[in-house]
């Protein structure tokens, strides 16, 4: 399970979120070039936002179901069938429900518009261009890169904290993070390894208690 996991999330980063920033990182440099071609400059943006939303859409929902979990609910078209889904799964697994709240608001913040550019302005164009002239901007993709891998990032901790042994934690440090390390694990205060284990960072947050995720 646990090579299985890794190479889930190997799969993730490596053939869907780097393919993504390429595409953004080509679509910057374009921007700034002398008469770089706009239909050029468009079709970098276009599949800059198709490959994010397959990679959170389909190799985030594998990494999460190699893991053992279904988050289908996270992508459920019908709000209903989302709050309803959402809060079993959340109830099943008893994760505290400010989380859920937390991915409610990144639904209605970015990930539905995701969707709807990928399918609405992209593959079957619904929406006039004048109206998506903003997705073509580097501030604004790169603000959907961010707000997709902060899901993906604190989601799949979240989701590794439940196959903790007993005695763990997993703490979400504060920020600068060294090395790009976010998340870490120590042994819970007033266990018996917690007196002989290194000594915890101040301020950090035990992943599950309240989400903190303020963008």
């Not at 697994?93 to 989380?99: G, Q, R, S």
Request: with cysteine; net charge neutral.
């Amino acid at each position: 399970m646990q090579t299985a996991s890794r190479d889930a999330f190997y799969s993730f980063l490596i053939d869907g979120l780097t393919p993504a920033f390429m595409y953004l990182r080509r679509a910057a440099e374009l921007v700034v070039t002398p008469d770089a071609p706009s239909l050029t400059i468009r079709s970098e943006f276009d599949s800059f936002y198709s490959k994010l939303w397959t990679a959170y859409r389909e190799r985030f929902f594998n990494l999460a179901r190699v893991m053992g979990y279904n988050i289908g609910f996270l992508f459920a078209e019908k709000k209903v069938l989302f709050e309803q889904r959402g809060k079993k799964f959340f109830e099943t697994h008893k994760l505290p429900i400010d989380e859920l709240d937390w991915l409610r608001a990144n639904r209605n913040d970015w990930q539905n518009k995701l969707s709807s550019i990928r399918n609405k302005v992209i593959e079957h164009p619904t929406i006039p261009l004048q109206q998506a002239q903003i997705l073509y901007t580097v501030p604004v993709a790169e603000l959907y890169f961010e707000r997709c891998w902060d899901v993906v990032e604190v989601f799949t901790a979240l989701l590794m904290s439940l196959s903790l042994p007993a005695d763990l934690e997993m703490v979400e440090l504060p920020p600068p993070y060294e090395q790009h390390r976010r998340f870490t694990h120590y042994f819970k205060p007033g266990t018996v390894f917690s007196l002989l284990a290194t000594q915890r960072e101040p301020n950090v947050r035990e992943v599950g208690t309240k989400p903190p995720h303020d963008q």
